[in-house]
């Protein structure tokens, strides 16, 4: 995604903001920091389930910004 948004930059395009989903992976991602920071003594389950939840995470929000790329592709070719 951030090579896409280079290239996207060099060629005058931009993205105009970040989308729902990316905002959700984003705090997850930062939920999931402040749990470890916080929690010192977590179990491996728990450590495994919340680096699990946030691959799916970022996995779906990888593939939620393929398609707005996609049109954004489009449009500089028309």
Avoid at 35 to 51: A, E, Y
């Amino acid at each position: 995604m951030g090579i896409m948004g280079i290239l996207f930059l060099r060629r005058g395009k931009m993205l105009n903001g970040a989308m729902w989903f990316g905002k959700v992976c984003a705090a997850l991602i930062f939920a999931a920091l402040l749990i470890f920071v916080t929690v010192t003594d977590m179990s491996d389950f728990f450590v495994n389930l919340f680096c699990g939840m946030c691959i799916v995470m970022m996995l779906f929000t990888m593939a939620m910004y393929v398609p707005v790329f996609m049109k954004m592709k489009r449009e500089l070719t028309n």
